[in-house]
């Protein structure tokens, strides 16, 4: 950019012909043989250009740094969880479909709904106790999964439990449209394989199991941005992709803890460890992890993408930080006091995301 203001003015000065007066240190117009019209009109064009170049420059670095400054602020953390949980550690899954609702699911078995930024009381969901997980494609469909059951919410009501798979998994869900859902489940059992099922709108099948080695092997994270695009992560570092037809092996052993992935588009994912690091799919491929400046002791744990340019992350230690067009901004305390054991988070927006902990606690920005 100022290597092409400086040769559009150099070429103006040049046919203006302003030479230098050494002598005096001052700029003079050399009339040469042009007409005083010709000059006159020469002299308006440089102004002109020379206005739109400079106005151009400052308008693009205010305007990244207003988009830095503009992001808004946190709120101050409040509960939105039953009075028998307050001060207990309870599993909590988020899914913003919209800037308008949010819905939370607890471990209690409970779900609260977020709308026009106010929250509902908790009320209980019929789903075989704790739940595990949600997604929603939008603000009419959202499917919630617990101990190998689901349920559909069409933006009134919820549906009648059916079956999905293993009752003693912990499912994870993801759903980038009414008719298509990913899950993986996680037994927790050292050595025993995890599910991977799909959901059309009306029941589940199942594609098998990720065979494991290890506690570290089962699949924690998914993340579908659509129908035919979808990645699962674990604890080795490892990623699947589903195509559409089939799940394969996207990355192999990587030795990373990849905790949390988001697919904000079929060519663009990013991944996070618990040690503060994020590895980046774009186009085919994934990159090595690189270190989330200032993260490295806020056990990363949930990560929300609403875009290629636009992250956010969320850690143990109640930190968050945003990356916008290609950097992390600095790293701000939203959950103050001793670290969770649990936390998650969904933006619908770059400037709208909701976060909430295994303490029953939420908050904005």
């Known amino acids: 950019m100022h290597d092409e203001v400086s040769f559009r003015i150099s070429l103006w000065c040049y046919r203006l012909k302003l030479l230098p007066n050494r002598k005096r ?6 009339l040469g043989r042009e007409p005083s019209t010709r000059r006159a009109s020469l002299v308006i064009q440089f102004v002109k250009i020379l206005i739109i170049t400079l106005t151009a420059m400052l308008t693009l670095s205010v305007g990244s740094a207003f988009a830095v400054s503009s992001l808004p602020r946190w709120s101050p953390p409040f509960s939105i969880g039953l009075s028998s949980s307050v ?3 309870v599993n909590y899954s988020i899914s913003c479909p919209s800037i308008k609702l949010c819905i939370v699911v607890s471990g209690n078995g409970d779900v609260s709904y977020r709308r026009h930024g106010f929250w509902t009381s908790p009320t209980l969901l019929s789903l075989g106790g704790s739940i595990d997980s949600i997604s929603c ?3 009419t469909f959202c499917v919630a999964v617990a101990s190998g059951e689901s349920a559909t919410y069409n933006g009134h009501s919820w549906s009648r439990a059916i079956k999905m798979g293993p009752k003693k998994d912990t499912y994870e869900v993801s759903c980038p449209t009414t008719t298509f859902c990913a899950a993986v489940g996680d037994s927790a059992i050292p050595g025993q394989a995890s599910a991977i099922l ?3 709108g009306r029941s589940w099948i199942n594609y098998g199991v990720f065979p494991t ?5 089962r699949l924690v994270s998914v993340s579908c941005s659509t129908p035919q695009f979808c990645m699962a992560v674990n604890l080795d570092g490892e990623i699947l992709g589903f195509n559409g037809k089939t799940w394969s092996p996207s990355r192999p052993f990587g030795g990373a803890s990849l905790v949390s992935v988001s697919c904000a588009s079929s060519g663009f994912c990013m991944a996070v460890t618990l040690t503060g690091e994020e590895s980046m799919y774009r186009d085919g491929t994934w990159s090595s992890e690189q270190p989330i ?3 490295k ?5 949930s990560i929300s993408c609403v875009s290629v340019s636009e992250c956010t992350v969320i850690g143990l230690s109640g930190m968050v930080t945003t990356r916008m067009n290609g950097r992390w901004l600095s790293p701000l305390l939203v959950f103050p006091g001793e670290p969770a054991a649990g936390v998650a988070i969904s933006c619908a927006s770059l400037v709208q995301c909701v976060a909430v902990n295994d303490r029953g606690l939420s908050t904005s920005r």
Do not use: H, T
Request: charged content about 25%; proline content about 0%.
């Open 137 to 139: 494609a939008n603000q």
């Open 87 to 89: 001060g207990k550690q």
């Open 213 to 217: 080695r290890g506690a570290k092997d």
């Open 297 to 301: 002791n806020a056990g990363a744990y």
């Open 293 to 295: 400046e200032g993260f």
């Open 25 to 30: 240190g001052i700029v003079k117009l050399s």
């Open 198 to 200: 799909a959901f059309d």
